[in-house]
């Protein structure tokens, strides 16, 4: 477990930081192998950050873009990642997106036309960035989810998984963990100071490692960046 810590007092100082960063660890892999692959969470948390990616001029045309998790809805809708993404980032730039979400009336219906896709992707991603809810869940691998141990199965070669929950009306596609893990470098995004004893407890605690975040820290693929403000 490798994990590096960069905390700040407010939204705006992350957001300046993380953005420097991105972009040089992009421009490295860019300049080594001709282009970069960053996959990127869903949520309001991020929406600085893909506000301030968007307003930087970049070769963007050399890099691919993914979700880590989406819900089983049209992009039109107000819940919709790719929508979220598409309105702060995609539109003001000429990324090659990859969408999660397809026309299949199910995510389970839809997940084997995804996976193909994902599978075109060149492995490992350069950045992966990650969020996490209070629950510990991490993309949509919710601890309580009837498809959590496939999801989190480190013999699970698939690079995604149909999500359903008993609480929740809509169905979502999750990139897995060995693909979250998949890359150069995890950027673990959280805020807000409950979140931050959910993270620490589940790095320090050798007793959670079977929560989603649990399984993600305590992995020795991929170094974390945890990125917190209050």
Not at 51 to 77: G, P, S
Not at 175 to 203: F, M, P, W
């Amino acid at each position: 477990m490798i994990v590096n810590e960069h905390l700040f007092t407010d939204m705006r100082a992350l957001k300046t930081a993380l953005t420097e960063a991105l972009l040089a660890a992009l421009s490295k892999a860019i300049s080594i192998k001709g282009h970069a692959v960053m996959a990127l969470p869903g949520g309001t948390t991020p929406v600085p950050l893909f506000k301030a990616l968007a307003k930087k001029k970049f070769n963007w045309c050399n890099v691919t873009i993914t979700l880590t998790d989406e819900r089983w809805v049209k992009n039109t809708h107000e819940n919709s990642n790719e929508g979220l993404l598409q309105t702060h980032l995609l539109d003001y730039c000429n990324a090659v997106f990859v969408p999660l979400k397809n026309d299949a009336s199910t995510a389970k219906e839809g997940q084997r036309i995804t996976e193909q896709k994902l599978s075109r992707i060149i492995y490992p991603m350069d950045i992966c960035i990650v969020g996490m809810g209070e629950d510990g869940h991490i993309a949509s691998i919710f601890p309580d989810s009837p498809q959590r141990e496939s999801a989190i199965d480190q013999h699970n070669d698939q690079h995604c998984i149909a999500i359903s929950r008993a609480n929740s009306p809509q169905e979502r596609l999750s990139l897995t963990l060995n693909t979250l893990i998949n890359t150069h470098k995890i950027i673990l995004l959280i805020q807000g100071d409950q979140k931050r004893k959910v993270y620490l407890k589940a790095k320090d605690s050798i007793e959670n490692t079977d929560s989603p975040i649990g399984q993600m820290l305590h992995q020795s693929q991929a170094p974390i960046d945890v990125y917190w403000t209050a």
